[in-house]
């Protein structure tokens, strides 16, 4: 939909996070943009609820059933990001509504941040960092040494677009590559293992890259973490919920497993506390596919699909689910 749109004629459309200016400029341009965040009386909310016409939001974004339930006119939820498991896509599908995400646009700064929290946990480089800033390089001398990663093994839950990518980055490091998945992947040379204690039983560093929701629920929980063992590091880029963080922190407390790297938390912007002392830890705020260029391509991917729709044309993304 092209911007100069008359106002009259405009759908309306309701943000439900906070948006990136440079998607809601376009945004504000095209639709009639009413924000979820900033209306609190519900008076005033369902006054133009009866107009809504589709969803835009970031991939943290909540869309429950209750709240589609009260858009009667809703035909889309657009989401920036390539995880949805805080959309209720059967609430929309029952309804006819189409749900869409913005996946591959992320793939290479995912799997770029993967590789670096990899490196950073491995090799200490965040403390290597401050041991020289802190003066303790002039004072105690050379800091202790640390794990190699080339050549090492890696095992990765989750072979999807994301995990292949880091299965190709990881080989450049002379890394072995063994993962698991709902399913095996016919084609792939790769070591599959049926479940992540099975893979973690085999690896070194173990990579986190599944879809969030109820079905991957704390999926790496206690078991998965003491077969990683004392000398295995596990690094997660997928979502905060697939880790039972309470059993991550008492592994990392009792030396169960080496250390971690973690750019999702359970609770988000507010991670365990014990975490952050742990001189064995890395920890990123999400930032896996904050880079201007990435966060751009995704929004226009996310304005694109609802452009898509408004004129009648095929999406250019849909979740799985509505495809």
């Known amino acids: 939909m092209s911007a100069g749109v008359p106002l009259l ?18 945004l504000n341009a095209a639709y009639v943009v009413h924000d979820r965040l900033h209306e609190t009386d519900p008076a005033a909310f369902a006054k133009v609820a009866a107009d809504i016409r589709a969803i835009a939001g970031g991939g943290e974004s909540q869309v429950p059933r209750s709240l589609i339930e009260q858009l009667p006119a809703l035909e889309i939820i ?3 990001g390539v995880g949805y498991d805080r959309v ?6 029952e309804r006819g509504i189409s749900v869409t995400h913005t996946p591959g646009v992320l793939n290479d700064e995912v799997a770029d ?3 670096g929290l990899m490196l950073s946990v491995a090799r200490r480089i965040p403390q290597a960092d401050q041991y020289v800033r802190t003066g303790r390089w002039g004072r105690e001398g050379a800091m202790p040494l640390t794990r190699k990663v080339s050549g090492a093994r890696l095992g990765i839950v989750g072979l999807g677009r994301i995990g292949q990518a880091i299965a190709t980055r990881a080989q450049a490091f002379g890394m072995s590559i063994a993962y698991t998945a709902r399913s095996q992947k016919p084609g792939l040379a790769h070591s599959f293992f049926p479940t992540a204690a099975a893979l973690a039983a085999q690896v070194d560093f173990l990579i986190v890259i599944t879809p969030g929701g109820e079905g991957t629920r704390h999926l790496i929980n206690a078991d998965v973490l003491k077969a ?4 295995g590091y596990l690094i997660n880029v997928a979502r905060g919920s697939v880790v039972d963080e309470e059993a991550l922190v008492e592994a990392l407390q009792k030396g169960v497993i080496a250390g971690a790297a973690l750019d999702v938390f359970a609770k988000e912007p507010h991670p365990a506390t014990a975490l952050w002392s ?9 930032i896996a596919s904050a880079t ?9 991917l996310a304005a694109g699909n609802l452009s898509a729709h408004f004129e009648g044309k095929p999406l250019l993304s849909p979740v799985p689910e509505c495809q």
């Open 228 to 231: 990683l063992g004392p000398e």
């Open 292 to 300: 201007r260029q990435t966060r751009q391509a995704m929004a226009d």
């Open 113 to 115: 941040l993967a590789i």
């Open 78 to 80: 657009s989401i920036m």
């Open 9 to 26: 004629s405009r759908p309306h459309l309701l943000t439900v996070s906070t948006l990136p200016s440079f998607l809601l400029e376009p």
């Open 88 to 93: 209720d896509v059967a609430a929309a599908k």
């Open 278 to 286: 742990m001189d064995q830890v890395v920890l990123t705020p999400h």
